[in-house]
């Protein structure tokens, strides 16, 4: 157990709907990174947030966006889904500190969403 | 680009034999990290090493084994005396400032997917 929760564990919906999917960091951490697993694109990142802020984009579509609250828990918007939006999505957190990149990223189980 | 290629898609072992799963990486910065990351198919993604760009020391933890070397950009991964439940898909990974629209995230590769059989 990585100490980095995410919900729901799955989730299935139709096409041009909107979820949200929820990421809890392991205590003590303020980055928070959102990947996505695809069997077309294997695992890529997606958006940083570090203590509230936007720190990083990767291969975000405009159709997604993310937030950090004060809390620091995350949440993932996907909005007008398509089929291929199917995909496991993971969350990861590590620890502030000297060097942030030196601290490995702790993943969560990860949500395995299904578009219909 | 490919950052980190893992040019072995599958590779099927009987239990007991060794077995090296191969980490190509490309960047242009000298400061950089390179991890190894384990999907058993559960599906969640499990730590395995993490190294820096100035130490090439090979690293062994039990019956896995990790030897860099800078100078053919690769980072490769060795299991001794396999076992059924190494069964994975492994990702390697490097993270880099190439990009700076990136950060430090995790560049993976496509994975490599190891059955070991009884």
């Known amino acids: 157990d990585s100490g980095v929760t995410q919900t729901p564990k799955h989730l299935i919906t139709a096409t041009g709907q909107r979820v949200t999917l929820r990421c809890s960091p392991r205590?003590?951490?303020?980055?928070v990174y959102w990947y996505q697993q695809s069997l077309d694109q294997g695992l890529q990142f997606l958006i940083q947030y570090y203590n509230g802020e936007e720190r990083a984009k990767g291969n975000i579509l405009e159709r997604f966006s993310a937030q950090q609250f004060p809390d620091l828990h995350s949440e993932l918007n996907l909005s007008s889904l398509e089929l291929g939006d199917s995909a496991l999505y993971f969350c990861?957190?590590?620890?502030?500190?000297?060097?942030?990149?030196?601290?490995?990223?702790?993943f969560g189980p990860g949500t395995r969403l299904t578009v219909l | 680009a490919q950052k980190v290629t893992q040019a072995q898609t599958e590779i099927s072992v009987v239990e007991k034999e060794d077995v090296t799963l191969d980490c190509v990486y490309e960047?242009?910065?000298?400061?950089?990290?390179l991890f190894w990351y384990k999907q058993p198919p559960s599906g969640e993604l499990v730590f395995l090493i993490r190294?820096?760009?100035?130490?090439?020391q090979n690293e062994i933890s039990g019956r896995y084994s990790w030897n860099f070397q800078k100078s053919t950009s690769s980072f490769n991964f060795t299991i001794t005396a396999s076992q059924v439940v190494d069964s994975a898909v492994y990702f390697c990974?490097?993270?880099?400032?190439?990009?700076?629209?990136?950060?430090?995230?995790?560049?993976f590769g496509k994975g490599t997917s190891l059955l070991v059989t009884p």
């Open positions: 990974a490097l993270s880099d400032l190439a990009d700076s629209n990136s950060g430090y995230a995790l560049n």
């Open positions: 960047t242009r910065d000298t400061t950089y990290y």
């Open positions: 190294r820096n760009s100035f130490d090439e």
């Open positions: 990861a957190s590590s620890p502030p500190g000297v060097g942030e990149a030196y601290n490995e990223q702790f």
């Open positions: 205590s003590g951490d303020l980055s």
